[in-house]
Each structure stands twice: as structure tokens, then as C-alpha cells.
């Protein structure tokens, strides 16, 4: 792996030389991953001018969660007590006195007071923003970053489906969201990759519930979000049952009409696709039945070492998808008192000679009554 962090390094040197800057440090946990393989905590980046450097402020401990560096990088402890405590600070007095004359740092993840330390220790050194560079690098995945995010939804669909086939009546939103983030450990998941969101009765379809003391009931919609970490990249699947009978006259329509939406968002990924085409293709129909106004902002975004990435599929998104871009489709409707739909899977936009679309979260999405 190493030529690949090596090459992903380049391209960014490559980018920051355009741009006039000799030089880059990186401080954002998820792009020091990318660029490193690993991200110890409180550790960052120096790109050039000569070697390349990670700086730490202690240690790596060696914890799994935190990925694993590239051994041809350079590894900078700092000693106890140094001078200089913060390592974005000592990256920049490196680049100082390795004869860089500017330096390209990530200033949308500075503090005003970081931003001014690093200042202070060169004042002669041109600090420049480097932006959003590396997250536009992040956004194609290689074949190793989709084999990583397939596993995840796997490990995902794993979890979801033992809960579907527990006991649910009688246990709280809680308790179940406990139970799924403990199973996608048990099968090989670093963690859950974002807060597990159970909503029952009332609080099925809402987006991003937080789990409650609600007890789950007999007829009641029971919406369920989760996700898996797997070696930094993290999957996400939503879905949507009903409890203990036959579902309701309201409960099938309104669920054949979000999975109506979140079909027609599948179906509009394609590379040279507009994001906000595919925010419309899913939205257009939720509108057309009414249900405008209670829509989320967004459709879905991309995912990978975080599970918010861009691309973001919204009505304002400016851009086009490229193949082997991993996004979710998400559409949900919320009826207040009543409760809601959800359905969200985690997708790699592939061009159609390739198959189209490859669906990497496979739990299925018929409404089942458990």
C-alpha cells in the first residue's frame, strides 16, 4: 500500500505547486488517513519541501482504529516537554528552516489560536489555504477503498438482519440500537460508523432520531439506521419495518411511495450525472404526493473515511458524479403523531457497461411485518 499513500501524496504536491505553495500540512484527522494510512491521534502532515513527515505528539499506539502508516513516511515524535508542543506548530518551524517560502495548511480545520501560533513561529513564511484539495481527492475511491466499504456494508446488513429475527416487541429504541452497534463488533467492525438511529411508533422516519425509552408496539412503523467502520470506511443502510400484524392501509402507501423515490435516486446515479438530478429524480415524487415541505435538504452524500463526504446530493449541489463515487440514497417522509419512512443504501456509481449502480447494502426492502 505504501506506493499508493506515496502516490496520493503526489497528486496533492502537485496541486499545492500549481497553486505556488512548496509545501502543505495536513491537520484533518480523515485526510492525514488518506494521505498517511493512519491518523494517531493528534498527529499531522508535512508535505516537502524535502521529506515528508508525520508528527505526532506522543507515540502511535498501535490501536487498529487509527489505521496503519505508511512505513516509507517519515515518523516525528515529539519529545516530552518540547519547546514547541503542538505538532501543526512544529511542522511549520520544519518547513521554516527546510527553506520552504510558503506553506499550504487547511484552515477551514484551524482554530483562530492554532492559526495564529503557526504564524508566530515563521512570520516570514507565506501561510496559504489549501482548501478542500484533499477531500476532492477523496471523492473517486480506488478498488481497496470499495473493497473496504463493501465489507462494511456487509458487516451492516449482518447486524440488521439477526435484530430482524429477535424478539423486537416490548424492547426500547434504546435497547436495540445497543444491540446492533454491539453485533457490527462481533462481526468484525471497528465501531459503529455513526450513532445507530432506532425510531419506533411516532418516531419511525425521522431523520437522525436519537434513541428513546419508547417501548416498541404491536402496529408500529419501526425505522432503524446503522452503520459499520471497517478499516476507516463506513457504510450506511436505512430501513423500514412494521411490527407484529399486517400493515396498515397508510403504512403501505406511504412506504410504496418513498421506495418509489429512493428507486428513482438509484436509478439517476450514473457517471456525468448532475448531483442535484439525482437529489430531483427522488424529491419530484415525495413533492408530487405532498409531502414537499417535511423533505430533508438532501437526498444523500457521499461516504468513505467519514460517513459525510462529498459529493452532497442536494437541490443547490453544483457538480457531476464520477464513477467509483460511493453515495447514499436516503429519501424519508415524517408524518408528525404518526411516524415514517426511511430507506437508505449505501451505493458505488459505476458506469452501465460495468452494470450500473453497484448496491452495496442488500438487506431487502420489502415492507416486512415482523
Known amino acids: 500500500m505504501s506506493e499508493v499513500y506515496a502516490d496520493r501524496r503526489v497528486r496533492l504536491r502537485d496541486r499545492c505547486a500549481a497553486a505556488g505553495s512548496t509545501a502543505a500540512l495536513v491537520s484533518r484527522p480523515a485526510n492525514v488517513r488518506y494521505l498517511a494510512g ?4 493528534g498527529s499531522v502532515l508535512l508535505l516537502g519541501p524535502g521529506e515528508d513527515a508525520l508528527l505526532c505528539p506522543v507515540a502511535p499506539g498501535g490501536d487498529p482504529a487509527d489505521g496503519r502508516l505508511d512505513e516509507e513516511l517519515r515518523l516525528t515524535v515529539l519529545p516530552a516537554g518540547a519547546a ?10 520544519v518547513a521554516r528552516r527546510a527553506g520552504a517560502d510558503s506553506l499550504a495548511v487547511e484552515e477551514h480545520h484551524l482554530t483562530v489560536a492554532r492559526h ?7 512570520p516570514r513564511l507565506r501561510l496559504a489555504d489549501l482548501a478542500g484539495a484533499v477531500e476532492q481527492l477523496r471523492i473517486v475511491k480506488d ?20 435484530l430482524l429475527e429477535s ?5 426500547t429504541e434504546r435497547h436495540l440500537a445497543l444491540e446492533l452497534e454491539r453485533r457490527l463488533v462481533d462481526h468484525g467492525a471497528d465501531g459503529a460508523a455513526f450513532t445507530t438511529s432506532v425510531g419506533t411508533g411516532p418516531n419511525s422516519g425521522r431523520g437522525g432520531h436519537r434513541p428513546s425509552d419508547r417501548r416498541v408496539e404491536e402496529g408500529d412503523f419501526l425505522s432503524v439506521c446503522l452503520g459499520a ?14 411490527i407484529g400484524t399486517t400493515p396498515a392501509d397508510w403504512q403501505i402507501e406511504l412506504y410504496d411511495l418513498v421506495f418509489a423515490a429512493q428507486r428513482a435516486g438509484r ?9 442535484r438530478d439525482v ?9 408530487g404526493a405532498g409531502h414537499g415541505e417535511a423533505l430533508s435538504p438532501r437526498t444523500g452524500h457521499g461516504v468513505g473515511l467519514e460517513i459525510d463526504e462529498d459529493p452532497q446530493l442536494a437541490p443547490s449541489a453544483m457538480g457531476k458524479l464520477d464513477a467509483c463515487v460511493p453515495v447514499t440514497v436516503e429519501p424519508g417522509v415524517h408524518l408528525p403523531g404518526r411516524g415514517g419512512v426511511r430507506i437508505d443504501d449505501t451505493l458505488v456509481v459505476r458506469q452501465e457497461a460495468d452494470g450500473g449502480p453497484e448496491l452495496l447494502t442488500i438487506t431487502t426492502k420489502e415492507l416486512l411485518a415482523l
Open 267 to 275: 436509478e439517476a446515479l450514473a457517471p456525468g450525472a448532475e448531483y
Open 116 to 122: 495564529r501560533a503557526m504564524g508566530s513561529v515563521a
Open 84 to 93: 514547541i508542543g503542538d505538532p501543526a506548530v512544529a511542522a511549520v518551524d
Open 38 to 41: 493512519g491518523s494517531p491521534p
Open 279 to 287: 437529489d430531483r429524480a427522488a424529491r419530484q415524487i415525495l413533492a
Open 167 to 171: 424478539i423486537l416487541v416490548g424492547r
Open 143 to 162: 478498488e481497496d477503498e470499495i473493497a473496504c466499504l463493501r465489507i462494511a456494508a456487509e458487516i451492516a446488513d449482518q447486524a440488521l438482519g439477526e
Open 229 to 242: 467502520n471497517y478499516r476507516g470506511y463506513r457504510s450506511e443502510i436505512g430501513r423500514t419495518f412494521v
